[in-house]
T-cell receptor, first 114, second 113 residues
Framework: DAGVIQSPRHEVTEMGQEVTLRCKPISGHDSLFWYRQTMMRGLELLIYFNNNVPIDDSGMPEDRFSAKMPNASFSTLKIQPSEPRDSAVYFC????????????FGDGTRLSIL | QQQVKQSPQSLIVQKGGISIINCAYENTAFDYFPWYQQFPGKGPALLIAIRPDVSEKKEGRFTISFNKSAKQFSLHIMDSQPGDSATYFCAANAFSGYSTLTFGKGTMLLVSP
């Protein structure tokens, strides 16, 4: 079975540029989550979707961050403009709907903003 | 406000020893407590999980102990192996219809040969 697929795996770009991270969830999963991982703050939930609808975006740090889920098999996280403090590993995870459903993580995108 | 506190930050255990990682929570609405294991360059993967209606759950060498009155739970890795070297995260979920998780900050475990 294919797991959660994220692209790109690594991204290096200059401050001010637009960055788009992509995620393909596991087929049949209804919920999709975007996380950011840093040494200082650990794993932070940025936003999650259920049935392609954003449910809670309170973790999105600033208006520079936006996320979309146009269909059940694709989501994007966009940062515009990017800043050096956005450097982190960004994970996408998916799960079936309902409480206590395990989340399945992709292998992440390591983002470096110079 | 950190809702799940995890300790220690790092841990070194000799091969064959017992690794113990502890977590404490504040939100009494939490009703599901998973542990995730993360290897370098990979995403976290579910290792084992427990609900508060049981005090212990064991899967192979991995055991969760849960103390509801103290609002604490811990992961025990018996007969620790070098292949167990990874970062471990505890997490908690409050029933809301969605499987959102609040994570601890992680414990880096190194099992020395």
């Amino acid at each position: 079975d294919a797991g959660v697929i994220q692209s790109p795996r690594h991204e290096v770009t200059e401050m001010g540029q637009e960055v788009t991270l992509r995620c393909k969830p596991i087929s049949g999963h209804d919920s999709l989550f975007w996380y950011r991982q840093t040494m200082m703050r650990g794993l932070e939930l940025l936003i999650y979707f259920n049935n392609n609808v954003p449910i809670d975006d309170s973790g999105m740090p600033e208006d520079r961050f936006s996320a979309k889920m146009p269909n059940a098999s694709f989501s994007t996280l966009k940062i515009q403009p990017s800043e050096p403090r956005d450097s982190a590993v960004y994970f996408c995870a998916s799960s079936k709907q309902g409480s206590n459903q395990p989340q399945h993580f992709g292998d992440g995108t390591r983002l470096s903003i110079l | 406000q950190q809702q799940v506190k995890q300790s220690p930050q790092s841990l070194i255990v000799q091969k064959g020893g017992i690794s113990i990682i502890n977590c404490a929570y504040e939100n009494t609405a939490f009703d599901y407590f998973p542990w995730y294991q993360q290897f370098p360059g990979k995403g976290p993967a579910l290792l084992i999980a427990i609900r508060p209606d049981v005090s212990e759950k064991k899967e192979g060498r991995f055991t969760i102990s849960f103390n509801k009155s103290a609002k604490q739970f811990s992961l025990h890795i018996m007969d620790s192996q070098p292949g167990d070297s990874a970062t471990y995260f505890c997490a908690a979920n409050a029933f809301s219809g969605y499987s959102t998780l609040t994570f601890g900050k992680g414990t880096m475990l190194l099992v020395s040969p």
